[in-house]
T-cell receptor, first 115, second 116 residues
Framework: AQKITQTQPGMFVQEKEAVTLDCTYD???????LFWYKQPSSGEMIFLIY??????QNATEGRYSLNFQKARKSANLVISASQLGDSAMYFC????????????FGKGTMLLVSP | GAGVSQTPSNKVTEKGKYVELRCDPI?????LYWYRQSLGQGPEFLIY????????DSGLPNDRFFAVRPEGSVSTLKIQRTERGDSAVYLC??????????????FGNGTRLTVT
């Protein structure tokens, strides 16, 4: 089974609007972390935001916020006031606490912001 | 401060040749990871080092792939007898510690490997 599922291959949004990128995850660990990364066409992977499984508040970082619904195992990324520079691939990833844990990525969502 | 540095940024090689890809992590980061990313896909885990030792190499596709980190800093990913299917972007990442699930990985810009 996929550990990270991103069901939206592509999303379109107009500049200044908000957009939600979906992510669901699968784990039996009680302790885990959820991450979102941005990958522009240049190829670099940029860390955006982190949510821990025990965090009671949804994480926020500037225009990025994470809509964390633990019971549903979802960790959607919300980008407010989209900018043209937000056009990129966005990856959801999970790091489980069991063993030597690496980061497992979803397949990504391509976001295109239009003027 | 300096980020994760990967060299070369691009590598073109002929099928059957040997290649080495280098990664210089962020200073002070003890954990180092190699990932491979094919076009249109998310990064796939290859191998992870904690210090000098490979703590998890379960992602290496076969014995043509090998990685070292002899002094606990710079790492080299080595691919023998390259095949066209090895063509991908190879990403290196480092983090402060491996045992904490809340440490983000910081990635380099990758090496684009093309096997002709």
């Amino acid at each position: 089974a996929q550990k990270i599922t991103q069901t939206q291959p592509g999303m379109f949004v107009q500049e200044k609007e908000a957009v939600t990128l979906d992510c669901t995850y699968d784990t039996s660990d009680q302790s885990y972390g959820l991450f979102w990364y941005k990958q522009p066409s240049s190829g670099e992977m940029i860390f955006l935001i982190y949510q821990g499984s025990y965090d009671e508040q949804n994480a926020t970082e500037g225009r990025y916020s994470l809509n964390f619904q633990k019971a549903r195992k979802s960790a959607n990324l919300v980008i407010s006031a989209s900018q043209l520079g937000d056009s990129a691939m966005y990856f959801c990833a999970m790091r489980e606490n069991s063993g030597y844990s690496t980061l497992t990525f979803g397949k990504g969502t391509m976001l295109l912001v239009s003027p | 401060g300096a980020g994760v540095s990967q060299t070369p940024s691009n590598k073109v090689t002929e099928k059957g040749k040997y290649v080495e890809l280098r990664c210089d992590p962020i200073s002070g980061h003890t954990a180092l990871y190699w990932y491979r990313q094919s076009l249109g896909q998310g990064p796939e885990f290859l191998i992870y080092f904690q210090g000098t030792g490979a703590a998890d190499d379960s992602g290496l596709p076969n014995d043509r792939f090998f990685a070292v980190r002899p002094e606990g800093s710079v790492s080299t990913l080595k691919i023998q007898r390259t095949e066209r299917g090895d063509s991908a972007v190879y990403l290196c990442a480092s983090s402060l510690g491996s045992r904490s699930y809340n440490s983000p990985l910081h990635f380099g810009n990758g090496t684009r490997l093309t096997v002709t």
